[in-house]
Protein backbone atom coordinates (compact mmCIF):
# COMPACT_ATOMS: atom_id res chain seq x y z
CA UNK A 1 0.00 0.00 0.00
CA UNK A 2 1.23 3.63 -0.71
CA UNK A 3 -0.42 5.79 1.67
CA UNK A 4 2.34 8.77 1.91
CA UNK A 5 4.50 9.86 -0.51
CA UNK A 6 7.50 12.75 -0.63
CA UNK A 7 8.07 14.63 -3.83
CA UNK A 8 11.75 16.32 -3.68
CA UNK A 9 11.10 19.32 -6.07
CA UNK A 10 14.13 21.56 -6.88
CA UNK A 11 11.73 23.49 -9.97
CA UNK A 12 9.34 22.21 -12.20
CA UNK A 13 10.55 19.11 -13.90
CA UNK A 14 9.62 15.63 -14.58
CA UNK A 15 9.22 14.51 -10.88
CA UNK A 16 6.47 16.76 -10.75
CA UNK A 17 4.48 15.37 -13.71
CA UNK A 18 4.99 11.95 -12.91
CA UNK A 19 3.51 12.29 -9.97
CA UNK A 20 0.23 13.80 -11.66
CA UNK A 21 0.44 11.05 -14.13
CA UNK A 22 -0.14 8.53 -10.86
CA UNK A 23 -2.67 10.48 -8.76
CA UNK A 24 -4.73 9.36 -12.04
CA UNK A 25 -3.93 6.03 -10.95
CA UNK A 26 -7.18 4.72 -8.29
CA UNK A 27 -5.07 3.19 -5.52
CA UNK A 28 -3.14 6.04 -5.87
CA UNK A 29 -5.73 9.40 -5.49
CA UNK A 30 -6.19 9.26 -1.61
CA UNK A 31 -2.38 8.99 -0.92
CA UNK A 32 -0.95 12.09 0.98
CA UNK A 33 1.42 13.70 -0.30
CA UNK A 34 4.31 16.05 1.01
CA UNK A 35 6.26 17.97 -1.74
CA UNK A 36 9.53 19.28 -0.24
CA UNK A 37 12.62 21.58 -1.57
CA UNK A 38 15.34 21.76 0.44
CA UNK A 39 16.98 25.27 0.79
CA UNK A 40 20.80 24.86 1.16
CA UNK A 41 22.63 27.06 3.38
CA UNK A 42 24.39 30.35 2.11
CA UNK A 43 26.92 32.46 3.10
CA UNK A 44 25.12 36.13 4.29
CA UNK A 45 21.69 36.31 5.61
CA UNK A 46 20.76 38.26 2.41
CA UNK A 47 21.09 35.25 0.69
CA UNK A 48 19.65 32.95 2.78
CA UNK A 49 16.51 35.12 2.77
CA UNK A 50 16.69 35.30 -0.84
CA UNK A 51 17.03 31.60 -1.64
CA UNK A 52 14.22 30.86 1.22
CA UNK A 53 11.74 33.27 -0.76
CA UNK A 54 12.47 31.31 -3.89
CA UNK A 55 11.70 28.09 -2.33
CA UNK A 56 8.62 29.16 -1.37
CA UNK A 57 7.69 30.24 -4.68
CA UNK A 58 9.31 26.89 -5.83
CA UNK A 59 7.14 24.80 -3.48
CA UNK A 60 4.16 27.00 -4.88
CA UNK A 61 4.22 26.33 -8.42
CA UNK A 62 4.54 22.94 -8.01
CA UNK A 63 1.55 22.63 -5.74
CA UNK A 64 -0.44 24.20 -8.40
CA UNK A 65 0.74 22.13 -11.46
CA UNK A 66 0.02 19.26 -9.58
CA UNK A 67 -3.40 19.99 -8.63
CA UNK A 68 -4.29 17.34 -6.14
CA UNK A 69 -7.09 17.38 -3.48
CA UNK A 70 -5.72 19.99 -1.09
CA UNK A 71 -6.94 18.10 1.74
CA UNK A 72 -4.13 15.56 0.73
CA UNK A 73 -1.33 17.93 -0.22
CA UNK A 74 1.03 19.58 1.92
CA UNK A 75 4.44 21.65 1.75
CA UNK A 76 7.80 21.42 3.43
CA UNK A 77 10.60 24.10 3.14
CA UNK A 78 13.79 22.96 5.13
CA UNK A 79 17.08 24.12 5.46
CA UNK A 80 20.50 22.10 5.35
CA UNK A 81 21.74 19.28 3.04
CA UNK A 82 19.25 18.35 0.43
CA UNK A 83 20.75 14.80 0.74
CA UNK A 84 20.11 14.46 4.52
CA UNK A 85 16.83 16.46 4.47
CA UNK A 86 15.19 14.04 1.87
CA UNK A 87 16.10 10.50 4.23
CA UNK A 88 15.12 12.56 7.47
CA UNK A 89 11.49 14.09 5.84
CA UNK A 90 10.85 10.86 4.70
CA UNK A 91 11.56 9.26 8.06
CA UNK A 92 9.12 11.95 9.75
CA UNK A 93 6.18 11.60 7.73
CA UNK A 94 6.74 7.89 7.53
CA UNK A 95 6.68 7.62 3.44
CA UNK A 96 5.93 4.86 1.52
CA UNK A 97 7.71 5.87 -1.68
CA UNK A 98 9.74 8.78 -2.86
CA UNK A 99 9.44 10.34 -6.15
CA UNK A 100 12.98 12.82 -7.33
CA UNK A 101 13.93 13.93 -10.71
CA UNK A 102 17.81 12.37 -11.82
CA UNK A 103 19.93 14.19 -14.00
CA UNK A 104 21.19 10.22 -14.78
CA UNK A 105 24.67 10.83 -14.27
CA UNK A 106 26.80 8.03 -14.70
CA UNK A 107 29.91 6.35 -12.05
CA UNK A 108 31.37 8.88 -10.99
CA UNK A 109 30.10 11.61 -12.11
CA UNK A 110 27.52 10.89 -9.56
CA UNK A 111 29.97 11.58 -6.66
CA UNK A 112 31.35 14.85 -8.71
CA UNK A 113 28.40 16.12 -9.36
CA UNK A 114 26.93 15.49 -6.10
CA UNK A 115 23.87 13.83 -7.20
CA UNK A 116 21.43 13.98 -4.56
CA UNK A 117 18.98 10.80 -5.71
CA UNK A 118 21.47 8.73 -5.89
CA UNK A 119 23.17 9.55 -2.50
CA UNK A 120 19.23 9.19 -1.26
CA UNK A 121 18.50 5.88 -2.78
CA UNK A 122 21.76 4.62 -0.93
CA UNK A 123 20.67 5.87 2.65
CA UNK A 124 16.98 5.03 2.44
CA UNK A 125 15.28 1.56 2.64
CA UNK A 126 11.68 3.51 0.95
CA UNK A 127 11.08 2.47 -2.53
CA UNK A 128 12.08 5.31 -4.94
CA UNK A 129 10.73 6.38 -8.25
CA UNK A 130 13.83 8.16 -10.52
CA UNK A 131 12.35 10.44 -13.26
CA UNK A 132 15.45 11.54 -15.79
CA UNK A 133 15.69 15.21 -17.21
CA UNK A 134 15.70 13.33 -21.15
CA UNK A 135 12.75 10.65 -20.62
CA UNK A 136 8.95 11.35 -22.16
CA UNK A 137 6.99 10.70 -19.10
CA UNK A 138 3.38 9.17 -19.82
CA UNK A 139 0.23 7.58 -18.10
CA UNK A 140 1.04 4.41 -16.44
CA UNK A 141 -0.27 1.48 -18.36
CA UNK A 142 2.48 -1.12 -19.43
CA UNK A 143 4.31 -1.25 -16.07
CA UNK A 144 7.21 -4.24 -16.47
CA UNK A 145 8.72 -5.64 -13.18
CA UNK A 146 12.25 -7.44 -13.44
CA UNK A 147 11.54 -10.81 -11.69
CA UNK A 148 13.83 -12.98 -9.65
CA UNK A 149 14.14 -14.67 -6.74
CA UNK A 150 14.99 -11.79 -4.50
CA UNK A 151 12.48 -10.29 -1.59
CA UNK A 152 13.50 -7.18 -3.21
CA UNK A 153 11.47 -8.51 -6.97
CA UNK A 154 8.32 -9.28 -4.81
CA UNK A 155 8.55 -6.19 -3.38
CA UNK A 156 8.57 -4.99 -6.69
CA UNK A 157 6.26 -7.12 -7.86
CA UNK A 158 3.61 -5.86 -5.44
CA UNK A 159 4.27 -2.82 -6.07
CA UNK A 160 3.27 -3.18 -9.64
CA UNK A 161 -0.05 -5.32 -8.88
CA UNK A 162 -0.56 -2.31 -6.57
CA UNK A 163 -0.72 -0.01 -9.25
CA UNK A 164 -2.37 -2.05 -11.96
CA UNK A 165 -5.00 -3.54 -10.37
CA UNK A 166 -7.17 -0.24 -11.06
CA UNK A 167 -6.18 0.32 -14.08
CA UNK A 168 -8.54 -0.41 -17.38
CA UNK A 169 -6.53 -2.54 -19.80
CA UNK A 170 -3.07 -2.07 -18.23
CA UNK A 171 -0.49 -4.73 -18.45
CA UNK A 172 2.02 -6.25 -16.50
CA UNK A 173 5.48 -7.03 -18.21
CA UNK A 174 6.39 -9.89 -16.38
CA UNK A 175 10.65 -9.90 -17.61
CA UNK A 176 13.65 -12.36 -16.13
CA UNK A 177 16.95 -12.06 -18.04
CA UNK A 178 19.31 -15.23 -17.60
CA UNK A 179 22.63 -13.46 -17.23
CA UNK A 180 25.32 -13.84 -20.37
CA UNK A 181 27.88 -11.85 -20.01
CA UNK A 182 29.36 -12.53 -24.27
CA UNK A 183 26.91 -9.95 -25.14
CA UNK A 184 24.38 -12.25 -26.77
CA UNK A 185 20.78 -11.38 -26.00
CA UNK A 186 17.68 -13.44 -26.95
CA UNK A 187 14.02 -13.76 -25.69
CA UNK A 188 12.19 -17.18 -25.82
CA UNK A 189 8.94 -16.86 -28.09
CA UNK A 190 5.87 -16.25 -26.31
CA UNK A 191 4.03 -19.03 -24.43
CA UNK A 192 7.67 -20.97 -23.23
CA UNK A 193 8.39 -17.86 -21.35
CA UNK A 194 5.96 -18.46 -19.22
CA UNK A 195 6.86 -21.93 -18.48
CA UNK A 196 10.14 -20.51 -16.97
CA UNK A 197 9.05 -21.55 -13.36
CA UNK A 198 10.54 -17.92 -12.11
CA UNK A 199 7.29 -16.80 -13.48
CA UNK A 200 5.03 -18.91 -11.26
CA UNK A 201 4.41 -16.59 -8.28
CA UNK A 202 4.27 -14.11 -9.92
CA UNK A 203 1.50 -15.32 -12.87
CA UNK A 204 -0.50 -16.43 -9.77
CA UNK A 205 -0.48 -13.64 -7.80
CA UNK A 206 -1.45 -11.27 -11.29
CA UNK A 207 -4.04 -14.11 -11.62
CA UNK A 208 -5.00 -13.29 -8.17
CA UNK A 209 -5.97 -9.91 -8.60
CA UNK A 210 -7.09 -10.02 -11.82
CA UNK A 211 -4.18 -8.19 -13.58
CA UNK A 212 -3.21 -8.78 -17.20
CA UNK A 213 -0.24 -10.10 -18.10
CA UNK A 214 2.41 -11.37 -20.28
CA UNK A 215 5.90 -12.95 -19.53
CA UNK A 216 9.08 -12.42 -21.38
CA UNK A 217 12.43 -14.56 -20.85
CA UNK A 218 15.72 -13.70 -22.26
CA UNK A 219 19.48 -13.69 -22.01
CA UNK A 220 22.33 -11.19 -22.09
CA UNK A 221 23.57 -8.57 -19.90
CA UNK A 222 21.25 -8.00 -17.32
CA UNK A 223 20.97 -4.32 -17.20
CA UNK A 224 21.39 -3.97 -20.86
CA UNK A 225 18.98 -6.66 -21.61
CA UNK A 226 16.32 -4.98 -19.09
CA UNK A 227 16.51 -1.83 -20.86
CA UNK A 228 16.65 -2.99 -24.10
CA UNK A 229 13.18 -5.41 -23.21
CA UNK A 230 11.73 -2.01 -21.72
CA UNK A 231 12.60 0.27 -24.48
CA UNK A 232 11.26 -2.28 -27.28
CA UNK A 233 7.90 -2.86 -24.97
CA UNK A 234 7.21 1.02 -24.93
CA UNK A 235 6.87 0.28 -21.19
CA UNK A 236 5.92 3.14 -18.65
CA UNK A 237 7.42 2.77 -15.93
CA UNK A 238 10.05 -0.18 -14.99
CA UNK A 239 10.30 -1.72 -11.32
CA UNK A 240 13.41 -3.33 -10.41
CA UNK A 241 14.38 -4.71 -7.00
CA UNK A 242 17.10 -3.72 -5.33
CA UNK A 243 18.47 -5.61 -2.52
CA UNK A 244 20.56 -3.44 0.00
CA UNK A 245 23.99 -5.95 0.35
CA UNK A 246 25.41 -3.78 2.96
CA UNK A 247 25.79 -5.35 6.75
CA UNK A 248 23.46 -3.61 9.49
CA UNK A 249 26.30 -1.92 11.11
CA UNK A 250 26.66 -0.21 7.37
CA UNK A 251 23.38 1.42 6.78
CA UNK A 252 24.34 4.34 7.34
CA UNK A 253 26.83 4.52 4.68
CA UNK A 254 26.79 4.58 1.31
CA UNK A 255 27.06 1.40 -1.04
CA UNK A 256 29.81 2.30 -2.72
CA UNK A 257 29.91 -0.03 -5.93
CA UNK A 258 26.32 1.60 -6.51
CA UNK A 259 27.37 4.91 -5.94
CA UNK A 260 29.82 4.36 -8.88
CA UNK A 261 27.73 2.75 -11.23
CA UNK A 262 29.08 -0.77 -10.22
CA UNK A 263 25.90 -2.64 -9.58
CA UNK A 264 22.27 -3.28 -12.04
CA UNK A 265 20.11 -1.07 -10.72
CA UNK A 266 22.80 1.75 -10.98
CA UNK A 267 22.90 0.41 -14.62
CA UNK A 268 19.69 0.47 -15.27
CA UNK A 269 18.56 4.10 -13.44
CA UNK A 270 20.92 5.77 -15.90
CA UNK A 271 20.28 4.04 -19.18
CA UNK A 272 16.45 3.35 -19.01
CA UNK A 273 14.28 5.27 -21.15
CA UNK A 274 11.23 5.16 -18.35
CA UNK A 275 10.89 6.36 -15.09
CA UNK A 276 12.61 3.66 -13.23
CA UNK A 277 11.56 2.53 -9.14
CA UNK A 278 13.49 1.18 -7.45
CA UNK A 279 12.08 -1.05 -4.50
CA UNK A 280 14.25 -2.48 -1.49
CA UNK A 281 13.95 -5.96 0.17
CA UNK A 282 10.54 -6.12 1.80
CA UNK A 283 10.86 -5.66 5.97
Not at 52 to 79: C, F, H, T
Request: charged share 25%; glycine share 6%; net charge positive.
Amino acid sequence: MINTILLAVSGLGHAEEMLKMMAEIPSIKKAKVSVLHVVSKQNSSELMTAKWKEGGKILAQAIQYLNLDPANVSSILREGDPKQIVCQVADEIEADLMIMGSRGLKRLKSILGNSVSQYVFQLSSLPMLLVKDDIYVKRINRVMVAIDKSDAAKNSLNLALFFLRDIKGGELILSHVSPDLSGKTGEIAGSKSEEDPIFANAIAEAKKQGVQYRCIASKGKPGEEICRLADSNNVDLLLLGSPDRRPSIAKSLVDIDRLIGASLSDYVRVNATCPVLLARTIG
